[in-house]
Each structure stands twice: as structure tokens, then as C-alpha cells.
């Protein structure tokens, strides 16, 4: 992707996201893989209000190279897109928020559990087409805190994980934190990223735990759409 359109289209994503409530005050960030390095919101910035020439810069090994100081969830940015690629060529934008609605179900601990155990606990169940073809598995992670470099190998072999078992995945939780979000285009991870919100939010109203799509149903979804589940 080219640099100048990536800026903009970090800073055009970030004030879509805060002008319609999903992130809010500094919480969030947004990165981009380029060719010689990656892009990311600076640390503590508002995603509502970014300047697409100080968006911090850093090489393919991280090292700062231009803009504000780079958020300090720069490294599971980088790990996300560098496990991601393996099943997924195209991957180049992660989007991490604080989505309420996601953040609640973590809270009020009603989270799926597969009944396929060779998985692991997941934020949501297949509770509607939309979301199992856009969004998928969603796993869930135990908290830590805000920047825990734990959480980078565990979010790595997530991911690892699944695409071993067929079922490679495009988001993970971070209970009490937020979502991690990733996908081809920065306006394609928004979308997956508002999917997953909605769902999550449909989830929390109507307490949808124990209604969900049917086996039969999500093959259909496999058939007809390619959905990965």
C-alpha cells in the first residue's frame, strides 16, 4: 500500500470510528504494514483528531524512523500481521478499540464456550450469518494488563492455532480491554471491526447464549459464501 494514501486512510478510519462512538478519548490504535516498515497511531493519541504526518513510522524491525512515538502495542501489532500472513497474504491493517459492547460481554462473563473443545473460549457464539461470514472465531484472551508483553505470544498462537485446525481467524479479545481486529485494507477491518461490535451488542441486549445458528446453518454459510467457521 502507498504511504501517503495509508496515512490517510489511518486518519480517515480513526475519525470514522470516533465520530460513531467506537473508540473514545486516547483508546485505541490503528497500524498499517508497508512495504519497508509499518505505521501506527502515536501513543496516547486521538484517533478522532489525527495528523496524517505524525503518524509514527517505524522500520520492519521497529525501530522509530519518523512521527510522534509509536503506540506501546506496536510489537502485537507487528506479531498479528507477521502470524496472519500464513493464512491470510493480504493482511496488512489491524484495528484495536475499547467497543463497548464487546468490553461488556467480557464483564458479564456470558462467553461462548465451543462445543468443539480442541478450541478455546470464544467472546461470541455463530449467533448470525453476518457475523460468522465476516467476522468468524473470535477467541478470548485472559486479562492483562494494558501493553503486557505476554499477551503477544499468546495472541501469536492463537492465531497459529487455529489455522492449523482449518479455522483461521480474523479478530481475538482482550477481556476487560478490547477487540484486535486485522484484514486486507484499513476499510475492511473497520467493517469486520463494526461487525463484531454489532454482534456483540445484539449478544449483550438479547442474551443470545443459548440462540444460535445451527451446524446445518453454518454449512450452508461454508457452501454458498466460503465462510470460514
Known sequence: MNELFARQEICR????LFSRG??????????VRLADGFLITPTDAVLGFL???????VDLN??????DKPSKTLSLHQAIVRAALHSHPSTTCV?????TYCVALTLQSITNVPTDQSLHRELL???TPYFVMKVGRVPLL??????????VGEVKRLIESYAKQGSPIRAVMLSALGPLVWHDTPAKAMAALEELEESAKLSFL????????????????RDVFKAVW
Open 125 to 127: 457464539p455463530p449467533i
Open 142 to 151: 485472559a486479562y492483562r494488563r494494558p501493553g503486557d508483553e505476554q499477551v
Open 51 to 57: 495528523d496524517p504526518e505524525r503518524i509514527s513510522k
Open 206 to 221: 438479547t442474551n443470545s447464549k443459548l440462540t444460535q445458528l445451527s451446524q446445518e446453518n453454518i454449512q450452508e454459510l
Open 22 to 31: 467506537l473508540v473514545h478519548s486516547s483508546a485505541g490504535n490503528i497500524s
Open 95 to 99: 484495528i484495536h478499540t475499547h467497543s
Open 62 to 67: 521497529g525501530q522509530h524512523i519518523s512521527g
Open 13 to 16: 478510519i480513526g475519525q470514522s
